[in-house]
């Protein structure tokens, strides 16, 4: 669909609807009581009609809504601590409900969530709530994910940055790059993240690694929203996918709850209680994790501290309820290896350290008005410090010169000593501020019901740290060839974005059928400085879901059948990483003479700069496609859905070589008589040709994603007490890379450099990778109210893992020479010994499939409360497995093994 096609058919949409049609406007009471004790409840969530309507139940219990059309309506209410509640009401006159019981969140109850459930208004979205969060004893919110179909439960992993990976086999940067992570409705932002040194060994924090979920607690967490499929067009700045966050905020008593494991250990407090009637309700979580990376070195370990305080406030109670809630989190990590103060040389020492506070405000108002239903603001603020310092002996093997130019050009080089201490800091402090408006209106014609918004966001991201600080006479990590420079962060302009958004949910009776149509369109724009004027430019993202139900017959055992369908187009902005990279420096040694006496040594330098920044940088893209079936029968109900998403324009940093002609002046032509030291006149050169290598980010990355997810889940077995449940996905993900690529040999000829830089085009230089795998995941969960225990049994399958390298020859189309020219690369090339180093080519085994055997795991989970105040959980990861010899596309016999996981918990309540 074409933007401007898009454009008309919502417009249409928004003004059709106000053709005046006559309508009855009836009123519907009710109360909200305590399941347990029958007392009124105050301070009920009500809302009505998929959050067309909301108010607050008052001090006696009771809520009202006017003006509601007569038919069918659906009311969900909500109280912090109880179990969520809804019923259908058929309206025809002015309406009485009987009593509504909550009760409380508990093992207990007869009917609880202890696993995750798909979303039918949504597209392709998996929710996850607090007590099948517990159940599975996670962590942190990598392991929550793994509920989505598809998903594959492991352990837990804190080796290393834990990055998201969404409808596809493996991950990459791309997907993580561009899912959304919203908490508390505000996106948790890395894109002012510029923490990284040159030459250091160390890893980019930024474009490379998404948000690190091992920083989000699960302790905090309520509830899991996974958005698979075409997501609203609130959501924006993405092209994978959205994880929606919400933390708790309920009333609860103290608890404490304790994780144990031989790798990891974790602990958490919390509480949440009501201040007064009048005052709101306050709620905080303070957790502490270590977790060693490896059992026989203490030394590598993962630490994180968090805490989280939230208050929230209904002001206005009754007909126009307005809820205000604020938050404060903060987060502090102690990452990877620290070290050992044994094997550290006096003076040295290693500090790292990475501290987020975030804070996130919300206003959301239930107007109730024929002209307005609902207006919500939200506002979020968070401020990282990510700071390293150390001190390190640098031991210099040889000579080495000290980059000290900041210039182009030649210079009189200074040695750097044999030894020394160096002292270096790298601070980043990013910063970023979020804000949405939103406004909600709902209405009902003879047309059908719209359920409409629209709003507008606003982005800023800026880095404030000093950055890359050093003395630049002893440099931390010295190099002959490229070398890093002090930069300071502070100055690197800051990222901008807006964009404004109108979505309708249409809902319509056709041919006895229920039609529903939720469309919508997103208008961004990206503020940046001249040089990027093309990323001014506004942009477009129309997003489709589309549902028709073409069966429903209740008495039958096919109750119901309903077919869905969706499009939309996604786009991710560079971050300021890609954007104002950090310039390359080239120290090359032109003269390096030594001499008996010190004060004579001569070292002549050409430094070069380089500096990386692509200004026809462009945005990352999307385009989802899903088509999907959901079938409701005596038995059970499920669905089934086929995706089709083209990634492309992604990010990736592509070699670039740079050609500089310099002076080699021989040490040994010093001129006869000249006796002190000498001047650089006095020695002889000859013309010699530098290749230097450096990277630039560009766009070119492709990711095609396929695949099946389904999922069926039986009618409980009541006599048992038991659900089953199955579900699962087949993947196919292909990656590829667009355009040219280079390749410059590590080879010495005649005592000189490599001369030549291969050129490689798409089909000859790289080839794209195919990976397939099938997964499902057969759960029976046992729920026992009397005894308070919930058991659940998982077995895991992956019945197979393809992969498949596309062909390509791996023979360069062309070459560059010395001064930088491109010539045709010819076949009989080949033959010539020095030009055979360019070829790339691989043996056809490479190019066949690879398939690794099925593997196959038992997991069981048990979650018990003792008491009201004392509960206990459990879990083995591959209790059971079998995991059978195969042999590879090489010939090799490949067998397996694994050992079981075991994790235990327990919690108290006082």
Do not use: C
Not at 669 to 684: A, C, N, Q, Y
Not at 833 to 854: M, N, Q
């Amino acid at each position: 669909m074409t933007a401007n096609a898009a454009t008309f058919f919502l417009f249409w949409m928004v003004f059709y609807p106000h053709l005046s049609f006559s309508q009855e406007w009836l009123s519907v009471h009710g109360k909200m009581i305590d399941g347990k004790t029958a007392k009124p409840l105050a301070g009920v969530l009500v809302v009505l009609g998929k959050g067309a309507k909301g108010t607050i139940s008052l001090s006696d219990g009771t809520f009202r809504f006017d003006k509601v059309a007569k038919g069918v309506h659906r009311l969900e209410y909500s109280f912090l601590g109880y179990e969520k509640a809804a019923q259908e009401i058929v309206l025809l006159s002015d309406t009485v409900l009987l009593p509504i019981m909550l009760k409380e969140s508990s093992l207990s109850l007869d009917e609880v969530v202890i696993t995750a459930r798909e979303l039918e208004e949504k597209s392709s979205t998996t929710k996850v709530d607090v007590l099948a969060i517990e159940h599975l004893q996670a962590t942190n919110l990598s392991e929550v994910i793994a509920f989505a179909p598809g998903g594959i439960i492991k352990d837990p992993n804190y080796k290393g940055k834990n990055k998201i990976s969404m409808r596809q086999v493996g991950d990459d940067s791309n997907t993580a790059f561009g899912t959304a992570i919203v908490i508390d409705g505000v996106p948790v932002s890395q894109d002012a993240s510029l923490l990284n040194i040159r030459n250091s060994g160390g890893k980019s924090e930024t474009m490379k690694t998404g948000v690190d979920l091992r920083q989000i607690a699960a302790d905090q967490i309520a509830s899991v929203e996974i958005i698979r499929g075409i997501p609203s067009a609130s959501y924006g700045n993405i092209t994978s996918g959205v994880v929606k966050v919400e933390t708790k905020a309920n009333v609860s008593p103290f608890r404490l709850r304790a994780k144990a494991n031989p790798a990891t250990k974790s602990a958490s407090i919390s509480k949440g209680f009501r201040l007064s009637p009048a005052s709101g309700n306050f709620h905080f979580t303070f957790g502490y994790l270590n977790s060693k990376s490896s059992l026989t070195d203490p030394m590598k370990y993962f630490e994180r501290i968090t805490g989280k305080l939230r208050y929230s406030k209904v002001f206005r109670k009754g007909e126009s309820p307005l809820n205000f809630s604020t938050s404060l989190s903060y987060t502090q990590n102690l990452d990877d290896k620290k070290e050992d103060p044994e094997t550290l040389v006096l003076g040295e020492f290693v500090k790292s350290q990475r501290i987020r506070t975030s804070w996130n405000t919300s206003l959301d108002w239930f107007a109730n008005r024929s002209y307005l239903s609902r207006i919500k603001f939200s506002f979020g603020a968070s401020f990282s410090r990510q700071f390293d310092e150390q001190n390190r002996i640098v031991s210099n093997g040889m000579p080495v010169p000290l980059p000290l130019s900041q210039s182009s050009g030649y210079h009189k080089g200074v040695y750097l000593p044999s030894e020394y201490m160096s002292h270096y800091t790298q601070e980043g402090l990013p910063v970023h501020l979020f804000g949405r408006l939103e406004s909600r209106w709902h209405y009902d014609r003879a047309a059908g019901t719209h359920r409409m918004k629209w709003g507008i966001v606003g982005n800023y991201d800026k880095n404030f740290g000093d950055g890359i600080l050093y003395d630049i006479a002893l440099p931390p990590f010295p190099v002959q060839s490229s070398s890093s420079r002090p930069r300071a962060f502070k100055a690197i302009p800051a990222s901008k974005s807006a964009a404004a958004y109108i979505e309708d949910h249409w809902k319509v009776s056709v041919m006895g059928r229920e039609f529903s149509l939720r469309a919508g369109l997103r208008m961004s724009k990206f503020f940046v400085d001249d040089r990027f004027a093309h990323l001014r430019k506004p942009f477009l993202e129309p997003r489709i879901n589309a549902k028709y139900t073409v069966w429903e017959n209740k008495k039958l055992f096919l109750k119901k059948l309903a077919v869905r369908a969706g499009f939309g187009r996604l786009s991710k902005m560079p971050s300021l990483e890609l954007l104002y990279p950090e310039r390359y420096y080239y120290d090359i040694v032109s003269l390096n003479y030594f001499s008996q006496q010190t004060e004579n040594n001569f070292l002549w330098i050409k430094s070069e700069q380089i500096d990386p920044t692509n200004t026809k940088l462009e945005l990352a893209h999307s385009e989802k496609r899903e088509l999907g079936l959901d079938i409701s029968t005596k038995i059970g109900k499920g669905y089934i859905t086929y995706f089709d998403e083209n990634h492309f324009n992604g990010f990736y940093y592509q070699d670039h070589y740079s050609f500089y002609d310099y002076r080699f002046y021989d040490p040994e032509s010093l001129r006869e008589g000249v006796t002190g030291k000498p001047s650089i006149s006095d020695f002889e050169y000859t013309m010699e040709r530098y290749i230097a290598r450096h990277n630039q980010a560009v766009n070119g990355k492709a990711v095609n994603k396929k695949g099946i997810e389904f999922e069926w889940n039986f009618k409980k077995i009541k006599m048992l007490n038991s659900r089953i449940s199955f579900r699962g996905a087949w993947f196919q993900t292909k990656r590829g890379t667009a355009g040219y690529t280079y390749h410059y040999p590590s080879v010495i000829i005649g005592g000189k450099r490599y001369p030549y830089v291969g050129v490689y085009s798409e089909e000859s230089g790289s080839g794209e990778v195919t990976k397939s795998e099938l997964r499902t995941n057969l759960r029976w969960l046992t729920h026992i109210p009397e005894l308070r225990l919930a058991v659940s049994l998982n077995l895991q399958t992956v019945w197979y893992s393809r992969s498949r390298t596309g062909y390509y020859s791996g023979i360069p189309v062309a070459y560059l020479d010395g001064q930088g020219k491109e010539y045709p690369f010819e076949s009989g090339m080949l033959d010539d010994p020095i030009f055979r180093h360019l070829d790339r080519s691989l043996s056809e085994a490479s190019f066949k499939l690879d398939e690794t055997a099925s593997k196959t795991d038992l997991n069981i989970n048990v979650s018990w409360e003792a008491s009201k105040n004392l509960s206990f959980s459990f879990l083995v990861n591959r209790l059971l497995n079998y995991y059978p010899v195969y042999t590879n596309k090489i010939g090799k016999e490949i067998r397996r093994a694994a050992s079981p996981y075991f994790n235990a918990g327990m919690t108290i309540n006082f």
